[in-house]
């Protein structure tokens, strides 16, 4: 109920009149039946755009740390993304790709629409990077489609680091279904998955016309992390 509350008639129409989202391809999105959603990851912003132009109820897998935050802004932000129908996944140690396979599963298995960011992040400097194999196991064994998915200006809306996004022109493309039945029964052979991924990502690529970039987003975040912090500890002296 909630998430329908959102979608008409508070969020959703705030969004339309800040932003006038441009949207194209909508029609690629199944109007039933269980499909995925794969799109790239700009912006906070994104779990709610996309959400306030499908005509179909779309549910993300989001991560554990919305729904466990300190404090009462901790709170509301549990009870909102709660009450929207998002399911919290654990990002952290050996099981967590596995339980973000079984809940997506589960979205699937009610022939609902399960939205995914194949690049298991956001994006911290408006690349695409590549993307994880998850969606691909979820695909191959659901045997649903997957429609590619572009968010574009999202990132120059609201980047890492604002919380209140900025005026920006937006576009929200949707791409064709990408239909991988040729794989069935396929899904545990890590090449196959591999090459069913980069499709997905390629598709992605060619609606959203990023930079792409051949590692994962968490590696490369994680790395320019370590670099900093070396450069705060161990700062250069001026030349004499």
């Known amino acids: 109920m909630f998430y329908y509350v959102l979608k008409y008639v508070l969020l959703g129409p705030l969004l339309r009149l800040a932003f006038?989202?441009?949207?194209?391809?909508?029609?690629?999105?199944?109007?039933?039946?269980?499909?995925?959603?794969?799109g790239n990851h700009l912006s906070f912003s994104d779990h709610f755009l996309m959400p306030a132009v499908l005509r179909r109820r779309i549910t993300f897998l989001a991560?554990?740390?919305?729904?466990?935050?300190?404090?009462?802004k901790g709170r509301l932000?549990?009870?909102f993304f709660r009450s929207a129908g998002q399911i919290p996944v654990?990002?952290?140690g050996?099981?967590?790709?596995?339980?973000?396979?079984r809940e997506g599963l589960g979205v699937l298995a009610r022939n609902e629409l399960l939205g995914i960011y194949p690049e298991g992040t956001r994006s911290h400097d408006g690349r695409?990077?590549?993307?994880k194999v998850g969606v691909a196991v979820m695909a191959l064994r659901a045997g649903v489609p997957v429609v590619p998915c572009a968010m574009i200006g999202t990132f120059e809306a609201q980047p890492p680091g604002r919380k209140i996004p900025k005026l920006h022109p937006v576009v929200i493309r949707f791409g064709e279904p990408l239909d991988f039945s040729r794989y069935a029964g396929m899904e545990g052979e890590k090449a196959i998955l591999r090459a069913v991924t980069d499709?997905?990502?390629?598709?992605i690529l060619s609606l959203s016309g990023q930079e792409y970039v051949d590692r994962y987003a968490a590696d490369v975040k994680a790395e320019e992390a370590a670099q900093a912090d070396r450069g705060r500890r161990f700062p250069r002296l001026p030349h004499r």
Not at 65 to 70: A, I, K, L, S, V
Not at 94 to 101: F, L, N, R
């Open 128 to 131: 695409l990077y590549k993307g």
């Open 94 to 101: 050996k099981e967590a790709g596995q339980a973000a396979i």
């Open 77 to 79: 932000t549990a009870f």
């Open 63 to 72: 991560k554990a740390e919305y729904f466990t935050g300190p404090g009462l």
């Open 90 to 92: 654990d990002r952290s």
């Open 199 to 203: 499709e997905i990502v390629y598709a």
């Open 20 to 38: 006038r989202p441009q949207i194209e391809g909508l029609d690629h999105v199944p109007a039933s039946g269980a499909a995925i959603v794969a």
